[in-house]
């Protein structure tokens, strides 16, 4: 069970979680900013699979996450201008991997997909810094992530009580 606060804004604000440590929950977010799933281009701009695209903005600074430039090159900050197409933003989430988990991937690539690079365990896992990157699928927990609404302060994640911040 997710609890928030009393005083909800009027629309959600997802947060993502990758399930790169057992037991443990991976927040990815800069500091206290929050992330915007902005699915304006949805309808329109799909990828080859038929899976609608999205941006993920800051709220705070009004930057989305852009692709990098290639395999392990981490991803980028750019502004983001709602009113303009810019495929470089856009992402999908593919089929559901188990739990409500999903490989976050680029829209026009596919095969480029989010990993919380070197978040493995015997690395040191997911931890506060960890970079995050585009990389090949190899279906790792690294790679997995979901996206949830949140209307607030976070209270509590049922049977997980640690938390790692990834920041971007």
Same mark, same amino acid.
């Given at each position: 069970?997710?609890?928030?606060?009393?005083? =909800? *804004?009027?629309? *959600?604000?997802?947060?993502?979680?990758?399930?790169?440590? *057992?037991?443990?929950?991976?927040?990815?977010?800069?500091?206290?900013?929050?992330?915007?799933?902005?699915?304006?281009? $949805?309808?329109?701009?799909?990828?080859?699979?038929?899976?609608?695209?999205?941006?993920?903005?800051?709220?705070?600074?009004?930057? /989305?996450? =852009?692709?990098?430039? $290639?395999?392990?090159?981490?991803?980028?900050?750019?502004?983001?201008?709602?009113?303009?197409?810019?495929?470089?933003?856009?992402?999908?989430?593919?089929?559901?991997?188990?739990?409500?988990?999903?490989?976050?991937? /680029?829209?026009?690539?596919?095969?480029?997909?989010?990993? /919380?690079?070197? $978040?493995?365990? =015997?690395?040191?896992?997911?931890?506060?810094?960890?970079?995050?990157?585009?990389?090949?699928?190899?279906?790792?927990?690294?790679?997995?992530?979901?996206?949830?609404?949140?209307? $607030? =302060?976070?209270?509590?994640?049922?049977?997980?009580?640690?938390?790692?911040?990834?920041?971007?």
């Amino acid at each position: 069970m997710f609890l928030t606060s009393f005083l =909800k *804004p009027p629309l *959600p604000i997802p947060k993502c979680y990758v399930p790169a440590l *057992p037991g443990h929950v991976v927040v990815v977010y800069i500091s206290d900013d929050h992330w915007v799933k902005d699915d304006k281009f $949805g309808k329109n701009i799909k990828d080859e699979e038929g899976y609608t695209s999205f941006a993920l903005v800051n709220k705070a600074t009004g930057q /989305a996450l =852009k692709h990098s430039i $290639g395999v392990t090159y981490p991803v980028q900050l750019v502004d983001y201008n709602p009113g303009k197409l810019d495929k470089t933003v856009l992402w999908t989430m593919g089929r559901n991997l188990g739990d409500g988990y999903r490989a976050i991937r /680029a829209v026009d690539n596919i095969h480029l997909n989010l990993d /919380a690079y070197e $978040g493995i365990p =015997k690395l040191g896992g997911v931890h506060d810094g960890t970079h995050i990157v585009l990389w090949d699928w190899f279906g790792n927990d690294k790679q997995k992530w979901t996206i949830v609404a949140y209307y $607030g =302060k976070m209270v509590f994640y049922e049977g997980l009580n640690t938390f790692y911040n990834v920041r971007i």
